[in-house]
């Protein structure tokens, strides 16, 4: 456990890039490289040790299993026509929705705050029913034929809609 422990600034750090002096700009840098470091191992401890890691693993392979499916359901969407690409596309969204919300909720669960915590079952259920919905709008999107930006714009849809539901928030009391 020697590499999570606290790293010092170089003791002429000031934190502050007005420096013009070539010397100064060196020690600047130093600065926000460690600042860099310093962000990155905060976050790392958190992960270590405030998560159950065996849930953070699931969180993942359930990441990854999601993101596989919902590719393959979008291909049969694509080259489905009429009524049947609908089909595709809502079974697509449901099953991209369900595992949106499954990685974050199993990888919320992994986190131990160290206070208190539960989970109100209706905003719970409503944070499911949006990531559902917003995964479907940025799928159909993304399947607007003969425009270039479909995907673009749809995964934009997809991904902002996902973080502006507020997944990690919504549910939790």
């Not at 502050?16 to 401890?45: E, P, Q, W």
Request: aromatic residues 6%; contains cysteine; proline residues 3%.
């Amino acid at each position: 456990m020697g590499a999570l422990r606290a790293i010092r600034p170089p003791a002429t750090c000031k934190f502050t890039r007005t420096s013009t002096v070539t010397a100064s700009v060196r020690r600047d840098r130093k600065c926000f490289r460690h600042r860099g470091i310093a962000k990155m191992l905060k976050i790392y401890n958190c992960i270590a040790t405030e998560h159950d890691l065996r849930l953070v693993a699931l969180a993942a392979f359930i990441c990854v299993l999601a993101s596989v499916t919902a590719i393959n359901l979008l291909r049969h969407a694509r080259r489905s026509a009429g009524h049947m690409r609908n089909v595709w596309l809502a079974v697509s969204a449901i099953s991209t929705g369900f595992g949106i919300w499954a990685t974050h909720f199993i990888a919320m669960l992994a986190f131990a705050p160290g206070i208190p915590s539960g989970y109100n079952i209706a905003l719970t259920i409503l944070s499911l029913v949006a990531a559902i919905l917003l995964t479907g709008m940025g799928l159909a999107v993304s399947l607007i034929p003969n425009w270039r930006l479909g995907p673009w714009i749809g995964g934009a849809i997809v991904a902002g809609g996902i973080a502006a539901n507020a997944l990690h928030r919504n549910g939790r009391v």
